[in-house]
C-alpha cells in the first residue's frame, strides 16, 4: 500500500514570494490533515478536511495561507505572501473514515516539505 | 492551557536498558485516544502505539508499553532493550473524541517531544 505522498521535499524561497506543497493521501483516506512543524517543536494542525469539506481551519492564518481539497483526494496548501517565521516542516497525514473496530484513528504522515523562508 | 505536556526536553540511557518518556495531558472529553509517534533526523513521524481511554489494560507494541493511569491523565511510554535506532524525538498526542462513536476522527494535538539519545 502506498503511503502519503508530499512533494516538494524542500524549497527556499525568498520572503513575500509564494509556495505550494502537493499531498497525495493514502487510497481511500477521507480525512486529511496539514500540520506545521518548527524546528524543535510539536507539529501544529493548520487545516483538517473531511472528504472536500473543511474540518477545522481555526489555527491556518488565512490572510496568508490557503489550502484546498478537490474532489475529495490530493491536496494543495499555498502560502502567499511567506513570513520568515513560516520557515517549518509542513506535514500532510491521512486517516480511514470510519470509527470503531480495529481502527485507532491513527494519522499516517507523509515525509513532509521543508521550507525555508530568506 | 496546553494540552499535552512532555517535560522532558532530553533524556539520555545506555544501549539494552529501558527508558521511560513522560507525558500528561488535559482533556474534559470521557472518550479520547493517546498516541506516541517516533520522528527520527529523517523527519518522518511513525506511529508506535496507541492507548483509549476506556481501554481496560496498558497497550503494548513489542519494545513499546504504555504506562496509562487515568485518573493521574498521564501516558508515559516505555521503551524496553534501548537499541542505537531508538535515537530519536519521541510525541506524545492526543485526539479528543467528543462524537464518540461516530463516523470520523478528530484532530491529533502533540506535544512538544523529548529527544532520546541511546547511548553504546
Known sequence: EAGVAQSPRYKIIEKRQSVAFWCNPISGHATLYWYQQILGQGPKLLIQFQNNGVVDDSQLPKDRFSAERLKGVDSTLKIQPAKLEDSAVYLCASSPRLAGGKNTGELFFGEGSRLTVL | ?120
Request: charge should be negative.
Open chain 2, 1 to 120: 492551557a496546553q494540552k499535552i505536556t512532555q517535560t522532558q526536553p532530553g533524556m539520555f540511557v545506555q544501549e539494552k536498558e529501558a527508558v521511560t518518556l513522560d507525558c500528561t495531558y488535559d482533556t474534559s472529553d470521557p472518550s479520547y485516544g493517546l498516541f506516541w509517534y517516533k520522528q527520527p533526523s529523517s523527519g518522518e513521524m511513525i506511529f508506535l502505539i496507541y492507548q483509549g481511554s476506556y481501554d481496560q489494560q496498558n497497550a503494548t507494541e513489542g519494545r513499546y508499553s504504555l504506562n496509562f493511569q487515568k485518573a493521574r491523565k498521564s501516558a508515559n511510554l516505555v521503551i524496553s532493550a534501548s537499541q542505537l535506532g531508538d535515537s530519536a524525538m519521541y510525541f506524545c498526542a492526543m485526539r479528543e473524541d467528543p462524537n464518540a462513536g461516530g463516523t470520523s476522527y478528530g484532530k491529533l494535538t502533540f506535544g512538544q517531544g523529548t529527544i532520546l539519545t541511546v547511548h553504546p
